[in-house]
């Protein structure tokens, strides 16, 4: 414990290493995915783009900016969390780590996250909250991997709170945290991705229809804004009654082989949605 140490101090301890660590997560996790998607649009899985709109350089500037601004809540926000953890308020995993215990740790934190998600994802289209929280969210029609951290301040803040609650409650080994961000980051932008990058027969079949898909997400920002509203797993919507009733059939169609998709370029102001 470093009693000493107060809040600036921590800021000039961490901040610039906080910042670059997640701009790097955010910018390596959106361009493997957007370079995996820009490969598989020049083979004949490009049947498998969701929509038929294409983002524009507009989407891409606003959504871009926006990620930064989100890196910098984060790494702000994580100021005080570093400084709570100087001061004994939140704790480090303490001890040896065998193989079942850090799966068995990493399982929990995405359980529990995925929960988070769904429950403050579905709370902010409430519509008291959705407008401050929410909406910038949703002026993307047509995802991208750049979307990832497309947000506003507060819905930043609310997303970069889940950490400190669960570790709060959870002391957790620092590996499991770095994959967690890893997978984390890397599932979000998968979600934007815009291009069905999961098998066919995903969606439908007994164990894997439990995960969600990039169609899953993608319907959520170009289909309805009140379906879909679960990150890593699909139980909470099905549970809640959430699901969109035609998930199914619109996965099997993106990942029909015989599916062709002519291209349709759309006003940026165009939304097929009706707001929570």
Sequence with gaps: MESSTTLLQTAKDIFIGSFTFDLSRYLIAASLIAALVWGLRRTHLASRKIQKREATPADFLREFSASLRTVLVFTTLAVPMVWAFRHGYLHDYRGAMSAAAYFGY???????????????????????????????????????????????????????LFMPVW????????????????????RNA????????????????PLLKWISTTTHHDMHHGTSYNHNFGFYFTWWDKLMGTEHPDYVKTFDRVTDPGRTLPVQRLSTSASPHTTA
Excluded: N, Q
């Design 190 to 205: 998968m979600g934007h991705a815009g291009l069905e990058l999961h098998p066919r027969g995903w969606a439908s079949h």
């Design 167 to 186: 570790l709060a409650v959870v002391p957790t080994p620092h590996p499991v945290i770095f994959t967690f961000l890893a997978v984390m980051i890397l």
């Design 106 to 160: 990493l399982a929990g934190i995405l359980l529990a996250h995925d929960t988070w998600f769904y429950w403050t994802h579905r709370a902010m289209h409430l519509p008291r909250l959705f407008k401050a929280f929410h909406r910038f969210h949703h002026c993307t029609i047509t995802p991208t991997p750049w979307t990832a951290y497309s947000f506003a301040i507060p819905e930043a803040v609310v997303s970069f």
